[in-house]
Structures are given as C-alpha cells and as structure tokens.
C-alpha cells in the first residue's frame, strides 16, 4: 500500500512496525531498498517512500462441486493461513513488483483465487475416498502445489487444512453408513473378543488364585505338619527320659524288693524244708503268682500310658516284654512250687518204700484192699446209672436182679486172679498168713 503524502516527504526518518515493510526508491538506489519492520533515512523529493503490509492472511478457500477422479461432485471448504515473507529479500521484492500499490483486501482476493484454483485441481485427482479418508494427504497435496506458485508471488503458505466435506448426492453419507456398520461389526467382534479375552484372563487368574491359595494351604499343612513332628519328637524325647527315671526308680526299687524277697524265700525254704508242707508251698506260690498278676500288668499299663506318643510298634514291643517277664516270673514260682512239692512227695514216697520194705507183702496187701471197694464201686458204677434193663435168657439158670448181682460177683472173683497177675501177690496165701499172724 503506498504512502507518498506530503507529511511523510516533509521527514528524514520513517519508521513502520513488525508488520509492515518500508520501500524507499529513487535517488541513491538503484534497486528499491525494503525494510521490514524498522527505520530508513528519506530525501524529501528526490526520493519515494511506499509501504507493504506483512500481516498473516486467513483464507476461507471454498470450491462448490467438484467433480473427483471417479466423477462424483462434492464440495469442499478449506481454510489457509498465508503471508508476504518479510525476511527473504528475493520473495519480499517479489511481493513488492506484484502487490506494490494494493491494499490488503487486493492481495487476499489474488492468493484466494489461486489457492482455491489450486484445491479444485487436486480435488479432479482423488477420489472422494480418499479426500474422505486421507484428509492430511489432499491439504498435504494443496499445500506444496500452491506454495510453488504463491512463493513466486511472494507470498508463503503458513498453513492449509481441509475443513468441510460435503455433497448433495448423498454419497458421504453412503460412505459412512458402510463405515459406520463396519465399525458397529468391528466393535461387536470386538467386544466378543475382549469378552472372550477377559473370560479367558479371569480364568487365570482365578487358576492362579487357586494356585496361590493352594500352594499356601500346602504350606500351612506342611509347616504344621513340621511343628507337629517336632513337637511329637520333643514329646517322646521327654516321655522317654521321664520313663527312663522312673524305670530306674522302679527297678532299683524292684531290685531291692528282689533282695528282701530272697530272704524272706530263704526262711521260707529252710522252714519249708523243715516241715514239709506242700500247702505252705502252694499257698507261697499263689502269692507270687498273685503278685505277678497284679504287679505287672499294673506297670506295663503304667509304662504304655506314659509312652503313649511314641510309636505303635514300641507300645506292642514293651507290652510283649511286660507280659514276657510275667510269664518268667509265674513260670520260676511255678517250678519253685513244683520242685518244693517234688521234694515233699519224693520224701512221702521214700517214707513208703521204706515202709513197703519193712511189710512186704502185707503193705501190698494192704493197699490192694484199701482198692477192692473202689474198683467194685467202678464195676456197679454203669448199673446204679441204669435206668432200664432188658434181659434176655436161654431158659437156664436164674433170672433178673440175681442174675445180675451173680455176674458183679463173678467179676469181683476174678480180681484176685488180676491182682496176682498184675503184682506177683497171692491175695488167698497173704490172708490166710495175716490171719495165721493175728
């Protein structure tokens, strides 16, 4: 825009702002000399001062139906921000030689027309799918082919974008419903798929929660399986050292009893040995007997329930030797008892051998009378049990209770004869001479 009026000429300094550029020409230059945004020194009337503004410019480009690569008309409205460059010399002599002289609103309409000249172009080759889709490409493709005829113009492009897509056929619209369904059918795959991945990520870590809860309760088992060993190992160590004590208390006091009991059994032999009695032996055996019976069940009750925590097989080991070492115990009275009893019968018997020796046959006699009853006690034993005989006969010789008695009496004749055979001993000679004796 030039300003060349009298009050400017009547300075020697002009000034303008950021904005703006000064061009002096005339006198002294041969080439205008441009200022952007400072001072210059001016000759009234030898020399012209213009000025050019530098403002940016925005730019509404709109291109009403346009037909695309594909023949379809859409309309298009892009916004452009331009500006005369200021700092490039060549470019601001350029915009100097072209818009010299015009005023802003001139310089707008130009880069409009050319811009929006340029966007028509671009729009003829593409599709509108791709000015839909590919919007940064169609103002990438705007932006570089207009800059190159702007720039020689002086004008550089700040900045293009496409703002507005539109058409009266309603083939956006058709674009988007297929868009927008394929978008509705990605999103349901989509959520299928995130459902899915989701039902599968809970499952995880639902199989790693359990995991986790079951690799702790393994631990908790096994650490309270540890403390219940330890505790049952310190337990049976206790019982054992506490069973050993009173063992050892209960042995010695056993071996001291044991002494005391020899003594006594000393006395008791000597008196035994004296009067030899068997009953007095018998009845000292029952009381060892007694003593074993009671005495050593009680312990061996007492040493299970003392090591009760100790193994099963021990228990049974310590049972069995319990009852083994009563069985010692009964069996050595037993045969003391026995032997004692031995002696006392042994003694008996020699007493009579000895008087066997001194009677003879008498003494033999003796006793095989002392037996006659008792075997013909045995001989009418089977017919005092009778409830009912029947006899049977030829016709000769007596009949019922005669009969019978006659047969018990033929068998009691006949026990001389058996007692002779057995023993050597004439019963008939051995009366007669007891009787001649009396």
Not at 164 to 184: F, P, S
Not at 303 to 311: H, K, M, V
Request: glycine content about 6%.
């Amino acid at each position: 825009m030039s300003q060349t009026n009298g009050d400017e000429d009547s300075y020697f300094f002009q000034v303008c702002g950021p904005n703006e550029a000064l061009v002096v020409s005339g006198c002294c230059h041969s080439r205008p000399l441009m200022v952007a945004g400072g001072r210059v020194f001016v000759i009234p009337c030898v020399q012209q001062l213009q000025r050019i503004p530098l403002n940016t410019l925005t730019l509404s480009i709109d291109s009403p139906t346009v037909y695309t690569l594909m023949g379809v008309p859409i309309s298009v409205t892009g916004v452009a921000q331009v500006k005369i460059q200021g700092q490039n010399q060549e470019m601001l002599a350029a915009a100097c030689q072209q818009f010299l002289g015009k005023s802003e609103e001139q310089i707008r309409r130009i880069a409009l027309e050319t811009l929006e000249g340029h966007q028509r172009a671009i729009m003829g080759t593409m599709t509108v799918e791709e000015i839909y889709k590919d919007r940064k490409k169609f103002a990438k493709a705007v932006f570089e082919v207009a800059s190159t005829d702007l720039v020689n113009m002086g004008i550089s492009v700040v900045s293009y974008t496409l703002k507005d897509i539109r058409d009266e056929e309603g083939y956006l619209k058709a674009l988007g419903m297929t868009r927008t369904a394929q978008v509705k059918k990605d999103a349901r795959i989509g959520e299928a798929e995130a459902q899915r991945d989701s039902g599968i990520k809970e499952a995880n870590a639902e199989e790693q929660r359990m995991k986790a809860r079951f690799s702790n309760d393994t631990e908790i088992a096994a650490a309270q399986r540890d403390f219940e060993l330890k505790k049952a190992a310190y337990d049976m160590e206790t019982q054992t050292k506490k069973a050993e004590a009173e063992l050892a208390y209960e042995l010695q006091a056993a071996k001291t009893k044991q002494m005391i009991k020899e003594e006594q059994m000393q006395i008791k032999v000597v008196e035994r040995a004296q009067q030899i009695q068997v009953q007095e032996q018998e009845i000292a055996r029952r009381e060892r007997e007694l003593e074993a019976q009671i005495k050593r069940p009680a312990e061996a009750e007492k040493y299970r329930l003392e090591t009760l925590a100790d193994a099963n097989a021990k228990r049974v080991l310590m049972e069995a030797e319990a009852d083994s070492e009563a069985v010692r115990l009964k069996g050595e009275a037993e045969a003391y008892a026995i032997e004692a009893k031995a002696k006392a019968e042994a003694e008996q018997m020699a007493k009579k051998a000895d008087a066997w020796r001194d009677y003879q046959e008498a003494a033999m006699v003796d006793m095989v009378l002392e037996t006659l009853p008792k075997v013909v006690a045995e001989v009418a034993a089977p017919l005092s049990q009778t409830k009912k005989v029947t006899m049977v006969s030829s016709g000769k010789g007596e009949l019922g209770a005669a009969k019978i008695t006659g047969e018990v009496m033929d068998i009691v004749e006949r026990l001389p004869q058996v007692v002779e055979s057995m023993t050597g001993v004439d019963m008939s000679k051995a009366l007669k001479l007891q009787a001649r004796s009396v």
